[in-house]
Every structure is written in structure tokens, then in C-alpha cells.
T-cell receptor, first 120, second 113 residues
Framework: ETGVTQTPRHLVMGMTNKKSLKCEQHLGHNAMYWYKQSAKKPLELMFV???????ENNSVPSRFSPECPNSSHLFLHLHTLQPEDSALYLC???????????????????FGPGTRLLVL | GQQVMQIPQYQHVQEGEDFTTYCNSS?????IQWYKQRPGGHPVFLIQ?????EVKKQKRLTFQFGEAKKNSSLHITATQTTDVGTYFCAGLPSGGSNYKLTFGKGTLLTVNP
């Protein structure tokens, strides 16, 4: 599946490094998401962008900084991370069809392969 | 905040046996979605249930949404080794944000050939 791509696939960084994760969707969707997946925890929603506007920010520490320059691209900028931030970071997109939004019939989310991050 | 509980956490079966995972929400849901994540992979959408009491089937998979729209189940008949993976339910709370799917912890299914 190549609808949602993420780079890099693996990343090892020190606590003082600055790095960025990139997500690109080729599905013509309007909404993009960042999730964190840690062992033995549910998928945690971090940020949601709809039409390049941030619509959800789930109390994420400021060391994570999202950027959505257009509806196809989403970045997650990382700086001064902690070892407990090591996890799989998943990007997802959804159509964000206004009929579905208004009817609350829900939005199928299409996930990218993820970036496995290790913070040393 | 809303919680989605999923049980069991792990299930190991012999190939050919049936498997069921259950999902319970602390609040009423607008809809519920099910995803499958293969080992080393990413979540892939399986199905969405919207109506109270809805039942949907995909080949050997049967999905149910409870009458009160607070619980759901996924049943696999005659499991195969290709069914291995973690099955997640994800609920969209009624009256809340349309974007905030709340995921359960998932049920990891392993199948012995």
C-alpha cells in the first residue's frame, strides 16, 4: 500500500538532537493525524489537521511540534526528546468529507507504515 | 475522558478454532471501527459500524455493534494463520469531536498451525 508514506522508517536520536518525521498522503484526503503507539498502550492521538488547520491537540508536550504546509504533507518536529518518547509514530489521513462530518458517520483512517523512534 | 476497553489482551488458538474479541466503551458511541495490525505492520481499516444492533460480515469475520452503542465484538470463524495480528476497535464518541477516535489496547491473536 502506498497511499500514505512516512520517512524515515527508523530513527535513533539522542536527547539533545533535533529531527523531523515526514508524512505524505497520495489519497486526496483533507485530514491528517499523528498517533503514538507504545508497547502495551492504546494508540494515542497526538494531533489532527483538517485543511491545514490544527483541529485537535491532545495535550502533547511542546517537544513535539507539528507542521502541515498543505493537505498532502504533515511533519512532526522533534527536539530534546526523552527516552520514554521511544515509540512507533503513525501518520494517518482521512477524507474529511463534510457530509460525513455533519452526519457523524465517521471517517475511515488510512495509516502509514510508521516511524520507529528510539531515543537514547 | 472516554475509555475503550478491549478484551482479551491476548488469544492463542489452534488453526480452525473460532476467536472473539470484545470492545466496551465508557460512553455512547457515534460509530465504531475495527482495524487489524499485522506484526511489524500498521493498522489497516476493516469495517465501520454505525447503527444500533448492526451486524456486518466479511467472509469469516462477523462484526456486531451493541443495541446501546457502547459495545462491539469481532468474531472470526475457523481461524487461519493469515488471521494473526492485533485487532483494534476504535470508537467515535457521540457529541464529541469528529476526529477523536479512541482506540482500545487491541487483542493480539496468534494461531498455531
Amino acid at each position: 500500500e502506498t497511499g500514505v508514506t512516512q520517512t524515515p522508517r527508523h530513527l535513533v536520536m539522542g536527547m539533545t538532537n533535533k529531527k523531523s518525521l515526514k508524512c505524505e498522503q497520495h489519497l486526496g484526503h483533507n485530514a491528517m493525524y499523528w498517533y503514538k503507539q507504545s508497547a502495551k498502550k492504546p494508540l494515542e492521538l497526538m494531533f489532527v489537521y483538517s485543511l491545514e488547520e490544527r483541529v485537535e491537540n491532545n495535550s502533547v508536550p511542546s517537544r513535539f511540534s507539528p507542521e502541515c504546509p498543505n493537505s498532502s504533507h504533515l511533519f512532526l518536529h522533534l527536539h530534546t526528546l526523552q527516552p520514554e518518547d521511544s515509540a512507533l509514530y503513525l501518520c494517518a489521513s482521512s477524507q474529511d468529507n463534510w457530509v460525513e462530518v455533519l452526519s457523524r458517520s465517521g471517517e475511515t483512517q488510512y495509516f502509514g507504515p510508521g516511524t520507529r523512534l528510539l531515543v537514547l | 475522558g472516554q475509555q475503550v476497553m478491549q478484551i482479551p489482551q491476548y488469544q492463542h488458538v489452534q488453526e480452525g478454532e473460532d476467536f472473539t474479541t470484545y470492545c466496551n466503551s465508557s460512553t455512547t458511541l457515534s460509530n465504531i471501527q475495527w482495524y487489524k495490525q499485522r506484526p511489524g505492520g500498521h493498522p489497516v481499516f476493516l469495517i465501520q459500524l454505525v447503527k444500533s444492533g448492526e451486524v456486518k460480515k466479511q467472509k469469516r469475520l462477523t462484526f456486531q455493534f451493541g443495541e446501546a452503542k457502547k459495545n462491539s465484538s469481532l468474531h472470526i470463524t475457523a481461524t487461519q494463520t493469515t488471521d494473526v495480528g492485533t485487532y483494534f476497535c476504535a470508537g467515535l464518541p457521540s457529541g464529541g469531536s469528529n476526529y477523536k477516535l479512541t482506540f482500545g489496547k487491541g487483542t493480539l491473536l496468534t494461531v498455531n498451525p
